[in-house]
């Protein structure tokens, strides 16, 4: 059985940042993301968002920050459980990336 890339354990590792940690803006959109679709719908568990999340591969899984891990597990969720289609936001980035590089 493979590890998945959440499991460090036994693995040899650094020691441990202990130091207390202020959410940024970021961080706080992509738990209210989390937190609205889950009263939209109520099988988006924290069961669903970390199993999603441990799906990712493991160069992904390790050089993305922790919400930003929330952030692709959640996008991968809301296309299985058909919220919304891959297609829809790919065109939403590509609109978002061409207005903003009209304002560079």
């Not at 799906?55 to 992904?60: G, I, P």
């Not at 050089?63 to 919220?83: D, F, M, Q, S, V």
């Amino acid at each position: 059985m493979s590890r998945l890339p959440s499991d460090y354990g036994g693995q040899p590792a650094g020691p441990i940042d202990q130091s207390a940690y202020e959410p940024n803006l970021f961080d706080k959109r992509v738990d209210a993301m989390r937190i609205l679709m889950g009263k939209v719908d109520p099988k988006m568990t924290s069961d669903v968002s970390r199993r999603t999340q441990e799906e990712l591969d493991q160069a992904t899984y390790d050089n993305a920050p922790y919400y930003g891990r929330w952030l692709l597990g959640l996008h991968k969720t809301l296309i299985e459980r058909g919220h919304l289609e891959r297609e829809a936001i790919e065109a939403r980035v590509a609109a978002i990336k061409r207005r903003n590089a009209g304002t560079r």
